[in-house]
């Protein structure tokens, strides 16, 4: 009997909740506000800043000739997003990679106005004009804002090391006699060095031209810039 009891009055207590919380629930749905809440409020905010770009500061200046032997500056690219690389045309090892990274990346923008890419190469002895000519062509390069430049040794030496920071060096034991980096440098509009942050924060400075990752990331920060 006692049992009997204890069920009545756990049904009665159900049956007054759900007269109290059912109709909240309904109006709850009914005015999409189910999934709302501060927990859910602070995770859907949590990216708002997510296409934020960090600023390194400008991007050295340069002036060197293209393949049609023409004087390409860093000032023909005012008002545009580009990429930046260090290459050469005979390289064996990297650069073949970071060409294929390069070409997706001319895939995805081409007939953009606004956008172009720079490849500079670190053995100006051999790259001549008409070398990188032919190389360009070899590679199947349409877009008429991607230039390959090449000019003095030591200036471009000076420019990638000193100027970008990106490693390039002669050495006879290595494959082709050079060594270089295989990061890709991201402009601006402004002339500014941008990047994004890693996942602790740190701006990555440059973009990876080796890994599906690095050319997914800057193909991503590439639509952020033009869209600035």
Not at 18 to 44: C, H, M, T, W
Not at 194 to 219: A, F, H, M, S
């Amino acid at each position: 009997m006692f049992k009997n009891k204890s069920y009545i009055g756990i049904s009665f207590i159900i049956l007054v909740f759900g007269i109290y919380a059912i109709p909240k629930i309904i109006d709850r749905f009914q005015n999409n506000e189910i999934v709302k809440g501060d927990r859910l409020d602070k995770i859907s905010n949590s990216n708002s800043n997510n296409e934020s770009l960090v600023k390194i500061g400008p991007a050295p200046k340069f002036e060197l000739v293209n393949q049609d032997n023409i004087k390409v500056t860093n000032e023909i690219y005012k008002g545009k997003v580009y990429v930046l690389e260090f290459f050469f045309s005979t390289c064996p090892t990297i650069c073949p990679k970071m060409n294929q990274s390069m070409l997706q990346i001319e895939k995805t923008f081409f007939g953009n106005p606004n956008f172009g890419i720079v490849s500079i190469t670190i053995d100006p002895e051999h790259d001549t004009a008409k070398v990188l000519k032919e190389h360009r062509e070899l590679l199947g390069v349409k877009s008429s804002n991607w230039n390959f430049l090449t000019g003095d040794k030591t200036y471009i030496f000076d420019l990638s090391n000193k100027g970008f920071n990106l490693y390039a060096g002669e050495n006879n034991k290595a494959k082709g006699g050079f060594e270089h980096s295989g990061l890709f440098a991201l402009i601006d509009k402004n002339g500014d060095i941008r990047c994004r942050r890693d996942k602790y924060g740190n701006p990555i400075l440059y973009y990876d031209g080796l890994e599906k990752t690095g050319v997914r990331d800057i193909q991503q920060d590439i639509a952020i810039l033009l869209k600035e």
